[in-house]
């Protein structure tokens, strides 16, 4: 049995949790309307759970996809389901004999071929269609996908804008009816009984005005030969949530989140105030001790002074007491001695002179 892929970006796989659910179920949600009791192309089908989807309402449902590997994981998914059936094969190359199906359904996979394949693609579409067929087709918007946002998904080769989608479209399917998705937060008030007429609003506590379509993230297009084949019972706004309300639940905890941050932040700055003041406190303790320690250099340098004073005095001492050993210690040898008698006469012949 084939293993399930790592979720990359490339491609949804059931499973993954988050926004990307809604954009991806909605659509083949909304896709089923138009499929109930027709033969059905899921193009570039994936992991096969919107071929299954589709398949359910569908008299048949083919799923083709370029990766052998996912087209197999499909089989294995739908086993057991008769009116499903999957095919390796590309998008601009379909398995598919000619006006075998009555409902192509492409959803993000435009932009993930070349420039050059696109039109390949689209003349394909409409060579396995039927005449009164219809195309479903869903592309990013790229002013608002990639440009308002300033992110480059790197499994999209070649993005597309209204206008350009438009073209591409316009040889092959002429009429059209434009849709715009993208996640809207909002109220919602149902009434229990069915059927009835829709209405939104947008504004706040000031001001109710009509809401009209937010900008689109993604179009998805209701396309034709002819304005004819377009079904006129189409929905003005289709809503779809998942069954375990996962990004309410997602967006609930980034609130918990914030609120948690939120207190965390305001207990640091509580925090960084009292570590201010004890900064405040060691900076004047700082400036205390600066002025002590040179009040302590002024009375080191007068003790130094006086140190040197003693110390010349001292030394001057000592030069006298050394000169008067020197005398004493003179006196003191004999040779001194020596002169002593003669010292006597020398001033008796003087004496003696005088008179």
Do not use: K
Not at 119 to 128: K, L, N, S, T, Y
Not at 245 to 264: I, K, N, P, Y
């Amino acid at each position: 049995m084939a293993l399930p892929p790592e979720f990359t970006g490339e491609r949804f796989v059931p499973g993954v949790a988050g926004e990307i659910v809604y954009e991806h179920v909605h659509r083949y949600a909304f896709a089923r309307a138009f499929a109930r009791g027709r033969r059905v192309l899921d193009a570039a089908c994936g992991e096969g759970y919107g071929t299954a989807l589709l398949a359910a309402v569908a008299q048949t449902a083919v799923g083709v996809d370029i990766d052998a590997a996912a087209v197999e994981r499909a089989r294995e998914a739908c086993r057991g389901r008769g009116n499903a059936r999957f095919a390796e094969g590309s998008v601009a190359a379909l398995p598919l004999p000619d006006a075998s199906v009555d409902l192509v359904v492409s959803f993000e996979t435009v932009e993930h071929l070349a420039a050059a394949d696109q039109p390949r693609m689209i003349a394909e579409f409409a060579r396995v269609l039927a005449p009164d067929g219809l195309l479903l087709l869903s592309s990013p918007n790229r002013p608002e996908y990639s440009d308002a946002r300033g992110y480059s998904n790197p499994f999209h080769v070649h993005e597309l804008d209204r206008d350009e989608l438009a073209q591409l479209l316009d040889p092959s399917f002429p009429s059209r009816r434009w849709y715009r998705q993208r996640m809207w937060m909002g109220s919602t008030i149902w009434s229990e009984e069915p059927g009835g007429h829709h209405e939104a609003w947008f504004g706040g506590p000031a001001e109710v005005v009509p809401a009209s379509p937010p900008q689109a993230l993604y179009y998805v297009v209701v396309a034709a030969r002819t304005g004819a084949d377009i079904p006129t019972a189409l929905p003005a706004v289709s809503l779809f949530s998942d069954a375990a309300e996962t990004e309410l639940r997602r967006t609930e905890a980034h609130a918990r989140e914030v609120m948690r941050l939120d207190r965390l932040a305001t207990e640091s700055l509580e925090a960084l105030d009292r570590q201010a003041g004890h900064v405040q406190h060691l900076e004047t303790l700082a400036v205390e001790r600066l002025e002590a320690l040179d009040r302590q250099g002024e009375n080191t340098r007068l003790l130094e002074g006086i140190v040197a004073d003693h110390a010349r005095e001292i030394a001057r001492l000592e030069a006298a007491v050394s000169a008067q050993q020197r005398v004493i210690a003179h006196r003191e040898s004999p040779a001194w001695l020596l002169q002593l008698p003669w010292m006597g006469v020398s001033r008796w012949w003087q004496r003696l002179r005088g008179r």
